[in-house]
């Protein structure tokens, strides 16, 4: 449920389900995301969901704050029932060559490589949101053991497809970029193709995603 | 069918194409990008006899050195721009919302943004461009657009087509107002911070950083203090957020911004000063002035009034 609505801005709805980071109150968010998507409410040209919060952009051209909020507090539990997730399985290749971070992981989490392989890859995560650069997935949540802060000094170029761990999410950089996460592997799947004008992005908030491990000899061979 | 092209002599600074930008890609993490500046591509395409939605050149500072060649076309720039057009033997000054005809083998060189940052090159006629989910926008720092995501660069030609050979000369007398008190509502965190740094960012003058660009606007000046928490959970941003990161000193969200930020958001700028902000340049000096919504609902209807009233004189 949404606990509070207030203005961002004068062409912005910031609606707040709750403090918390789960995936209770995300899956709430994810719900009305959803749901206002397929209802085309006039002048709304943009929506931000995150762990616990959803932003409503909207041309202040087409409409206001009050309008907006009216046609928000209008919608029921009922109506923001449906869920569209997926289920998604991503493969992972951890060679050496990919995983920049595993020594930092081993020596901060006290963790053999081995282990740390092991829980992540048993690991069911859930997309919380996608965004910062475009399709990064957040997933989480990783258990208490694995989580690690990201590192002191970022790297200005994170290799596109590496599949990083920082707290309690893990993601995917979909193109080279600056970051900061522990880069334990990289996928060979196409995770964001700018392409594709339709639904460029593989994972959405909602999804559900398994890692699977591969060899490297599997990852070479995987776009053939 | 005759060839007509433009040929990039000099790039410039930071010169792309913008239209109105993309929408309804924030959850996936792509923001608006469009000019930065609204009204002046709004009036540059108008001035041009274009449809208002077509993409521009736009250019920040130091703009392009282009060399046209094909067919007689209409060019127009909007901003405060000193720009110049040789024709043949002959260079003429040139002025901003007055309409040139080129010929074959002509030059446009726009030498610089005069104590301001953005101006628009528009045509009678239409870029060759490619769209991206809708959009020929060109954000650079996520290589999504028009131009394979790049910024233009030299030698590159820039192909057009459909000009449109019955449009009259045309001008208007137009000043770009300059603005120093940046409208603001209280953002979503707007108590993360002391009582005495509320008061800082409400009426101390900040200066625009030279580390400004299409994704934000960094200010220096008296730091502001947190005494809640440097940290928020990742949550959307938009345009004209203003954020405030550990080190006391705050950020703008523009255009191209990140979609999802995890520091405080002390303000938002109200739309109505959105175009006249990012025309504000490094070095120069800002104040905050704090506005209740409904004011900023009202005085972006008037701007947008204006707009309109401008357009219509052309």
Redesign the interface.
Known sequence: MIKNI???????L?CDFG?E?NKQINSEVIKY?NTIREKNIKGI???????????I?YD??LT??NKIKEEIEKLTQSETSKSISKNLEIPVCCDESFSLDMERLEKKLNLKRDEILENFFNKEFFCY????????P?LGDLDEQMRAQRLETPRVKVPKGSVGMTEQFANIY??ESPGGWNIIGNTPLEV?D?SK?KE??LI??GDTVKFKQITLEEYKNYNE | MSNNYFKVIRAGINTTFQDKGR????????P?SGAMDNRNYLLANKLVGNKLDLPAIEFAYQGPLLKFYGDKINIVITGDVVFNIKQKDNKIEGNCYETYQLEHEDEINILSTNKSVYGYLAISGSFDLKL??GSCSINTK???GSNDGKKLENDQEIKISNINKNINKKKISYLNSKIENIRI?K??NFDYFSEEGKKVFLEKEYTVSKLSDRMGMRLEGPKIENVVNTNI??????K??IQVPADGNPIIMLSDH???GGYP?IA????VDYDRLVQISPGSKIKFKEIE?SD??TL?KLY?METQNLLSQI
């Open positions: 207030s203005n961002l801005g004068d062409a912005a910031y403090a980071v995301f040209n943009n929506l931000t969901p995150s762990y616990n919060k959803l932003i952009s202040l051209n206001s704050f949101m996608t965004g910062f650069i475009a399709g990064m957040f979909t193109f964001f700018s004008q460029p992005n959405n908030p | 929408n309804n890609l924030y959850h996936i993490g792509i608006f991206q989910w996520a290589n999504i509502m953002g979503t959970k990742s949550e959307g941003l938009l004209g957020v990140g979609t999802i958001k938002v700028v109200a739309s919504l900023a609902e972006f947008e």
